[in-house]
């Protein structure tokens, strides 16, 4: 047989049309992918935050209480009903963290934060407690400050921004205890009868807990 007579239109056809199948199956189950469900998305929204901060460079361990409504939130009840305490800042205790190299680096920064997630009806104290202090050469860090903590305290509300109350009290000696704000809010969230009278937390919840701080 002659070659030149031989067509291989046939073969290339067949081809393309296999590749064409191809295609089209692929788009096929491309348009049958379901798209993940978000169901477990978790919106850590808040309403309101209550901040506390102290001097960057102190070694002291202040603790931020909140009464609310629901009940007392501290470093013993981080959470209450919709207020939650972020975390127990320990002065340079807690505040350090070991980089790749093994060594241990610390980042000074006081400050503890309570959110409001949902607007609780009711009144709402601020106090601001100084737990402890340690000597600086218990962690080599070279830091001097032990004593007196310039304590401020911010509420803040997020939608809209507005700034409730901001208060900077020293806190002179270990044990001391100061409220910062008091205020009430509704059920939509208005704040009202800002004030700043005070009240003891710390030793009452002592006396209720029989010494188990």
């Not at 901060?53 to 009903?81: A, K, R």
């Not at 241990?104 to 934060?113: A, C, F, L």
């Not at 000696?173 to 004030?195: P, Q």
């Amino acid at each position: 047989m002659n070659n030149k007579y031989v067509s291989n239109l046939a073969f290339i056809d067949l081809l393309f049309n296999l590749i064409l199948g191809f295609i089209f199956l692929f788009l096929i189950a491309f348009m049958l992918i379901n798209k993940p469900t978000e169901t477990g998305k978790i919106d850590p929204k808040a309403e309101f935050l209550i901040v506390m901060y102290w001097q960057d460079e102190h070694i002291g361990d202040i603790d931020l209480w909140v009464d609310t409504p629901d009940g007392l939130v501290n470093y013993v009840s981080p959470n209450m009903g919709s207020v939650h305490l972020d975390k127990d800042d320990l002065g340079i205790r807690n505040d350090w963290y070991t980089d790749s190299s093994g060594q241990r680096k610390y980042v000074y920064i006081n400050r503890e934060i309570v959110s409001l997630r949902s607007f609780v009806p009711g009144e709402y104290i601020v106090n601001a407690h100084y737990y402890g202090a340690q000597s600086p050469k218990s962690y080599g860090t070279g830091m001097i400050e032990s004593g007196p903590a310039n304590v401020t305290v911010e509420v803040i509300q997020l939608n809209p921004f507005y700034i409730v109350s901001t208060r900077q009290h020293t806190l002179t000696e270990v044990g001391m205890e100061k409220t910062f704000v008091r205020f009430n809010m509704n059920s939509t969230g208005a704040v009202s009868n800002v004030n700043y009278l005070p009240k003891q937390m710390v030793r009452s919840y002592v006396s209720g807990n029989q010494g188990g701080m």
